[in-house]
Antibody, heavy 115, light 107 residues
Framework: EVQLVESGGGLVQPGGSLRLSCEAS????????MNWVRQAPGKGLEWVSYISSTSSTIYYADSVKGRFTISRDNAKSSLYLQMNSLRAEDTAVYYC????????WGQGTMVTVSS | EIVLTQSPGTLSLSPGERATLSCRAS???????LAWYQQKPGQAPRLLIYGASSRATGIPDRFSGSGSGTDFTLTISRLEPEDFAVYYC????????FGQGTKLEIK
């Protein structure tokens, strides 16, 4: 079964850091670009970051540029999002999603930034 | 940045009716790199349409997408009870952006 499973969410204070992981199974992870997408409570979807299959191309939304870092380990079929200098407005469910048109999504992991 | 505007914000229809959802881009979307997603409460989004008009795997043929350039449409030919949800369009030709969503509710 093709699957993405996120982990690493939780409660963090403003200014803190968190690292999200997304483990892929059921497909050749190294052949696909990957993305992070977030959804604040009761709000719409916001694309966060993109990484190509070989990590040669990386993009970020302006709202997270300079604070978040996307990376991947193809040997471990895993995608990561290092989030630093977290703000209240980063509170959201974070999803990983496969490919340019997001054909496979994980179930999401909740990140809450609050004191 | 390409801004996507979806209309209407909320659409109230009955099962069996036809739904037409609109997505307008602030500039031309390259190579028809336009997708549609369905999201139900508490669930991750699901890809319905990519490349403006290609149905994703396992998507019923009552869902269809059309359009090019700056104007795109998602049509659900005959609404089933399970189709009532929030729908998002997304462009992936120039970075990635989502529309704000259309809520399809039961009338």
């Amino acid at each position: 079964e093709v699957q993405l499973v996120e982990s690493g969410g939780g409660l963090v204070q403003p200014g803190g850091s968190l690292r999200l992981s997304c483990e892929a199974s059921g497909f050749t992870f190294s052949s696909y670009s990957m993305n992070w997408v977030r959804q604040a409570p009761g709000k719409g979807l916001e694309w966060v970051s993109y990484i190509s299959s070989t990590s040669s191309t990386i993009y970020y939304a302006d709202s997270v540029k300079g604070r978040f870092t996307i990376s991947r380990d193809n040997a471990k079929s895993s995608l990561y999002l290092q989030m630093n200098s977290l703000r209240a407005e980063d509170t959201a469910v974070y999803y990983c999603a496969r490919s340019r048109a997001f054909d496979i999504w994980g179930q999401g992991t909740m990140v809450t930034v609050s004191s | 940045e390409i801004v996507l505007t979806q209309s209407p914000g909320t659409l109230s229809l009955s099962p069996g009716e036809r739904a037409t959802l609109s997505c307008r881009a602030s500039q031309s979307v390259s190579s028809s790199s336009l997708a549609w997603y369905q999201q139900k409460p508490g669930q991750a989004p699901r890809l319905l349409i990519y490349g403006a008009s290609s149905r994703a795997t396992g998507i019923p043929d009552r869902f269809s997408g059309s359009g090019s350039g700056t104007d795109f449409t998602l049509t659900i030919s005959r609404l089933e009870p399970e189709d009532f949800a929030v729908y998002y369009c997304q462009q992936y030709g120039s970075s990635h952006t989502f529309g704000q969503g259309t809520k399809l509710e039961i009338k």
